[in-house]
């Protein structure tokens, strides 16, 4: 499958290319759940196995990672779908080797498109490894600093991962 990213954009994306891009997402995330422990590398990858379908039937709009400890920030990925990945530099998986602190706490957000309908959400809802439900956390991370980032692209699909920490 092919989507076309506008009237007057050329350039295109399969699924083959979302799925290229999301191998590094999953990378990440099995990296974060052993570096910090968390969670464990089975639940990492679940979440990851979610993002993907749904990045895949266009419905993922970015993921936010955050690692908590008593309540409190200590590290964070932002992940930000971008179908105009030429503007993107292309990055390997990697650099988010995130603290092991006292009784952590793993928050995952996802942020959707507006195609995720409620009849997409029941029809998704089946395939989907996580009992997802509405958040209404806070992913600003206003105490935590920027510390860096990466890009992951495929033809004209990818994401954009920002980081930050104490």
Not at 93 to 111: D, T
Not at 133 to 160: E, F, I, K
Request: proline share 2%; glycine share 8%; aromatic share 10%.
């Amino acid at each position: 499958m092919t989507y076309a990213i506008t009237a007057s954009d050329t350039e295109t994306y399969s699924v083959a290319d979302i799925e290229t891009v999301m191998r590094r997402f999953s990378a990440d995330i099995v990296m974060i759940a052993t570096s910090s422990a968390a969670i464990t590398e089975a639940k990492a990858r679940d979440y990851a196995h979610d993002a993907e379908l749904l990045a895949k039937a266009g419905y993922l709009e970015a993921v936010d990672l955050t690692l908590l400890c008593g309540g409190v920030e200590v590290n964070a990925s932002r992940y930000e779908v971008n179908t105009s990945s030429g503007e993107l530099t292309l990055s390997r998986p990697g650099g988010v080797l995130w603290p092991r602190v006292a009784s952590p706490e793993f928050r995952i957000v996802l942020y959707y498109t507006d195609a995720y309908s409620e009849a997409a959400r029941e029809q998704m809802r089946r395939k989907l490894k996580i009992g997802w439900v509405p958040s209404s956390a806070d992913t600003t991370h206003s105490t935590l600093t920027q510390t860096g980032g990466r890009d992951y692209a495929s033809n004209g699909w990818g994401l954009r991962r920002k980081d930050y920490g104490t």
